[in-house]
Nanobody, 123 residues
Framework: QVQLVESGGGLVQAGGSLRLSCAAS????????VGWFRQAPGKEREFVAG????????YYADSVKGRFTISRDNVKNTVYLQMNSLKPEDTALYYC????????????????WGQGTQVAVSS
């Protein structure tokens, strides 16, 4: 069982940066693949970034590639999403999610979810 808690969201101007954190409970967190997803009002939840259990493999949606960086610290049981050059279209509720098998960009494949943290980017 894994419990996830996101933090770090807020209001920022376009071009600014935020760092989201996903803190996990559970001694086996280091064996889980973690993904970040986001959902804007009236839109479906979409994949943003993912990271393997070791942190050696990362993958991104095309819309954030080159601007966002996902990383993890398995000692602290935390996954981060560094978001730079933010745009108004990045405004959404951001969720982290975990799964015990291989990487996936489909939200249906993730077993554990946090409650989300809101990101708002003003123009």
């Amino acid at each position: 069982q894994v419990q996830l808690v996101e933090s770090g969201g807020g209001l920022v101007q376009a071009g600014g940066s935020l760092r989201l954190s996903c803190a996990a409970s559970g001694r086996t967190f280091s064996s889980y693949v973690v993904g970040w997803f986001r959902q804007a009002p009236g839109k479906e939840r979409e994949f943003v970034a993912g990271i393997s259990w070791s942190g050696s493999n990362t993958y991104y949606a095309d819309s954030v590639k080159g601007r966002f960086t996902i990383s993890r610290d398995n000692v602290k049981n935390t996954v981060y999403l560094q978001m730079n050059s933010l745009k108004p279209e990045d405004t959404a509720l951001y969720y982290c999610a975990a799964r015990s098998t291989g990487p996936s960009s489909s939200h249906d494949d993730y077993n554990y979810w946090g409650q989300g943290t809101q990101v708002a980017v003003s123009s």
